[in-house]
């Protein structure tokens, strides 16, 4: 029985994490839209500012990708 509990600990852990990196790997993906005809209005500057939306696109994954991490941290931390 141990064992069997074991196993499911490390699969479920391990089905987490697969849908963490996804998640990941999409946002990723995402930061393309600069490259496109769909994301040209990323490429303007914000009103009144001299920031684009790419920039602001860009800090905004980095702190996704941050949260998420933590997020995936508290979880695990959570589970024991």
């Keep these: 029985m141990e064992t069997e509990g074991k196993l499911a600990l490390v699969r479920r852990r391990t089905r987490r994490r697969m849908v963490f990196s996804v998640i990941i790997l999409l946002s990723y993906f995402a930061f393309v839209l600069n490259w496109t ?19 602001l696109m860009f800090v905004f994954l980095i702190l ?15 589970e024991g």
């Design 37 to 55: 005809g769909a994301g040209a209005f990323l490429t303007r500057a914000l009103p009144g500012s001299h920031i684009t939306g790419s920039l």
């Design 64 to 78: 996704f990708f941050l949260a998420l991490e933590l997020a995936f941290l508290w979880l695990y931390r959570r």
